[in-house]
């Protein structure tokens, strides 16, 4: 019984241990982050959502003002009388303005840090693996968080790739997969947008088909009752046809919204795209054209780099031209061999018409 309550009481000790290990080998929250720049496009669904309600709101309270005047008052009934639809598509245009409000914010803030002398030359003309730790110092001092600028984050990763691969080459492969990688986060941070634009227009049609058919029941449902005359039939297409036009209503509110959305988010995403190639020209005009490469530091496929390979070519250009002075001496001796014997031909042959 004692044995049994003493394996019983290794058995936890085993788990925390385990536990222990398993913790051990999980990355932090920091290192997870550390490079995570999705922050410099992204935004939150949940705050965009609440400003794109007040946006909303206050829209609809200044189409009150419409009501002032009969020849106005119809962009008050578009809103406030057609159902729920132009509700609906009003929140998810909101919603759309919203969301490009604050990328457009977002966008601002990474024009303004492109300004500033990320990698001054006060620290040095080159880039070295002796003054990568200067350049990061630098920018990290300016204040701004990496984690919302595409520049700040491909410099940061190129000073850190930098530093642990000490090769150009590399580096600069780095550099281009990250920025394919920025490209696709900014492609995918209009998703959102892009179904609001497909939806809106979608509610719009929804609306039309609920108008045409209330507008068709109505009439149904007061022809059941009986009508004694030819006016009271006209009277009631009158009312269909009042009802089809307002129906359809839905469906213009709709499309404006859809061209109103459309148009601003092909502007921004062009921007953001725009700031993406001044990345990447930042980054070769005043990263990778200015790295170099430690002395004697063997590269990723073992060729010495510094004064090592600067020997290594010289050693292989004397063996090869002590080479070209050997086949020059070799085609020299069979010239003259061949000129010898060409000469024993046409002495020969002079002597033979002689005789």
């Keep these: 019984m004692a044995k049994l309550n003493q394996s019983l009481g290794k058995v936890p000790d085993r788990a925390k241990k385990r536990a222990a290990q398993v913790n051990m080998m999980q990355r932090s929250s920091d290192e997870m982050g550390k490079f995570d720049n999705a922050s410099a496009t992204s935004v939150n669904m949940g705050i965009t959502a609440g400003i794109g309600l007040v946006i909303e709101v206050v829209f609809y309270l200044f189409l009150l003002v419409f009501l002032l005047s009969d020849s106005t008052k119809i962009f008050y009934e578009y809103f406030y009388e057609r159902?729920?639809?132009?509700?609906?598509?009003?929140?998810?245009?909101?919603?759309?303005?919203?969301?490009?409000?604050?990328?457009?914010?977002?966008?601002?803030?990474?024009?303004?840090?492109?300004?500033?002398?990320?990698?001054?030359?006060?620290?040095?003309?080159?880039?070295?693996?002796?003054?990568?730790?200067?350049?990061?110092?630098?920018?990290?001092?300016?204040?701004?968080?990496?984690?919302?600028?595409?520049?700040?984050?491909?410099?940061?990763?190129?000073?850190?790739?930098?530093?642990?691969?000490?090769?150009?080459?590399?580096?600069?492969?780095?550099?281009?997969?990250?920025?394919?990688?920025?490209?696709?986060?900014?492609?995918?941070?209009?998703?959102?947008?892009?179904?609001?634009?497909?939806?809106?227009?979608?509610?719009?049609?929804?609306g039309t088909v609920l108008g045409i058919s209330d507008a068709v029941s109505s009439f149904g449902s007061s022809e059941g009752g009986g009508m004694q005359d030819l006016d009271e039939i006209r009277k009631q297409l009158g009312e269909v046809t009042g009802g089809l036009s307002t129906a359809f209503d839905t469906t213009l509110v709709s499309l404006v919204f859809s061209l109103c959305v459309m148009f601003p988010t092909s502007i921004m995403q062009k921007r953001e795209e725009d700031l993406l190639n001044k990345v990447d020209e930042y980054c070769n005009e005043y990263f990778l054209k200015r790295l170099r490469e430690p002395m004697g530091v063997a590269g990723p496929e073992g060729i010495q780099s510094g004064d090592g390979t600067l020997i290594q070519r010289a050693e292989n250009l004397q063996a090869y031209l002590l080479q070209i002075q050997e086949s020059q001496s070799v085609v020299a001796q069979q010239m003259s061999q061949i000129a010898s014997q060409f000469n024993q031909l046409m002495e020969n042959s002079m002597g033979e018409e002689g005789s």
Aim: charged share 20%; proline share 3%; hydrophobic share 45%.
């Design 83 to 206: 159902g729920w639809v132009p509700y609906f598509v009003t929140y998810l245009a909101c919603w759309s303005f919203a969301v490009l409000w604050v990328k457009q914010k977002k966008l601002k803030e990474q024009l303004n840090i492109m300004q500033f002398k990320l990698l001054p030359e006060d620290i040095g003309q080159d880039i070295k693996v002796e003054n990568l730790q200067h350049f990061g110092a630098h920018i990290n001092r300016l204040g701004f968080d990496p984690r919302k600028s595409f520049l700040l984050t491909r410099i940061l990763r190129g000073l850190e790739h930098f530093g642990v691969r000490k090769n150009h080459t590399a580096t600069a492969d780095m550099l281009k997969s990250q920025s394919e990688i920025d490209a696709t986060m900014v492609d995918s941070s209009y998703v959102l947008i892009k179904v609001f634009i497909w939806a809106i227009p979608i509610l719009g049609f929804i």
